[in-house]
């Protein structure tokens, strides 16, 4: 079947702009992920949902970043009033429970000017 | 602070030799540990996973996992063009969080 897509795959913004990023996972997975990735570094975290609801989002770095899952699929990263420092790769995952396998998105590039 | 180090390299071996990436992590009480492999500007792809100490293999990628050291290591045999890419470790402490290791870029040389 698909795997985990995310949209768009690039977005350029320029600073103090609002975006979303889309996160669709595999079909029947329960656990969704988010990851920020910046260059040469490994993928840091954000969020993880476990159905509907976000069960941790202690990696969300302040409260410019939320995200919601709101029917327990498809997922949407929103960031307020975006910084230069928030440019980097956004990663989305999914498993089909907590401690299974996460497959990744092919991320989303976000560059803000 | 749980942590998962790796050398960034680049680490250089020849076409057909074995390469050898190694991976400490800080949080004695992690459970599973995972290998994934990153091309360039692509995202994350799991390679091997291991949970037990020992080895694993699976065709020409070995994973090792010794606790009592806290180090966890991937050995690819025969080593080709296309294994040229950044290998991440990452580790799952006790519940569903992954703490990543930052990369070790691997090339491997015609």
């Known amino acids: 079947g698909a795997g985990v897509s995310q949209t768009p795959s690039n977005k350029v913004t320029e600073k103090g702009k609002y975006v979303e990023l889309r996160c669709d996972p595999i079909?029947?997975?329960?656990?969704l992920y988010w990851y920020r990735q910046s260059l040469g570094q490994g993928p840091e975290f954000l969020i993880y949902?476990?159905?509907?609801?976000?069960?941790?989002d202690s990696g969300l770095p302040n409260d410019r970043f939320f995200a919601v899952r709101p029917e327990g699929s498809v997922s949407t990263l929103k960031i307020q009033r975006t910084e230069r420092g928030d440019s980097a790769v956004y990663l989305c995952?999914?498993?089909?429970?907590?401690?299974?396998?996460?497959?990744f998105g092919p991320g989303t590039r976000l560059t803000v000017l | 602070q749980k942590e998962v180090e790796q050398n960034s390299g680049p680490l250089s071996v020849p076409e057909g030799a074995i390469a050898s990436l190694n991976c400490t992590y800080s949080?004695?009480?992690?459970?599973?540990f995972f290998w994934y492999r990153q091309y360039s500007g692509k995202s994350p792809e799991l390679i091997m996973s291991i949970y037990s100490n020992g080895d694993k293999e699976d065709g020409r990628f070995t994973a090792q996992l010794n606790k009592a050291s806290q180090y966890v290591s991937l050995l690819i045999r025969d080593s080709q063009p296309s294994d040229s890419a950044t290998y991440l470790c990452?580790?799952?402490?006790?519940?569903?969080?992954?703490?990543w290791g930052a990369g070790t870029k691997l090339i491997i040389k015609p």
């Open positions: 995952a999914s498993a089909s429970g907590s401690t299974d396998t996460q497959y």
């Open positions: 949902f476990q159905g509907t609801g976000a069960a941790d």
């Open positions: 949080d004695r009480g992690s459970q599973s």
């Open positions: 079909s029947g997975h329960t656990a």
């Open positions: 990452a580790v799952r402490p006790s519940n569903y969080q992954l703490i």
